[in-house]
């Protein structure tokens, strides 16, 4: 199965940064595809300080077979120190079938060739199904912390070629 990942624009981020499909994608969405508010909005404020489109979009997973979406995903900022972080999250009907790992490969690859020299990618400790995702994308685990929710994460990287 083959994945592609598809820019939202600035109307589709503003329905759903007010917890509205777009309503063009209503009968494309397998529920729970869509990235949550605060993803959103996050990309608009993003876009309104002037960071660089490439690191403040959020995409959709997107089905190539049928053109369901499935996930979102996304940069979580621009890179600073030239290291940026990404998020993914995938529909729990669509889990398990390669949506989540061919989200992060094309994350990197544009990640790369925008510029950054390292991914992080921030996992509860107790999601095997996301670990695994990174670890096959060569991430390698390097430490923990408490993030802004209070939660503890393990932090993985992956660098680019030097």
Wanted: some cysteine.
């Amino acid at each position: 199965m083959t994945f592609s990942l598809h820019q939202l624009s600035i109307p589709e981020l503003q329905d759903i940064a007010a917890d509205l499909a777009p309503a063009h994608l209503v009968h494309r969405l397998e529920p729970g595809a869509l990235p949550p508010q605060f993803v959103a909005t996050r990309a608009l404020a993003l876009l309104k300080d002037g960071h660089a489109e490439a690191w403040s979009c959020t995409y959709l997973i997107a089905r190539d077979e049928d053109e369901r979406i499935v996930g979102g995903c996304g940069f979580k900022g621009s890179p600073k120190s030239g290291t940026v972080e990404i998020g993914y999250a995938v529909a729990p009907s669509a889990q398990g079938q390669g949506a989540a790992t061919s989200a992060v490969q094309l994350l990197l690859a544009q990640a790369f060739s925008n510029g950054a020299h390292e991914v992080i990618a921030e996992i509860n400790p107790t999601n095997q199904a996301s670990i695994r995702v990174v670890a096959k994308a060569g991430f390698f685990e390097i430490g923990t912390r408490v993030d802004e929710s209070n939660e503890w994460v393990t932090r993985w990287v992956k660098r680019g070629a030097a």
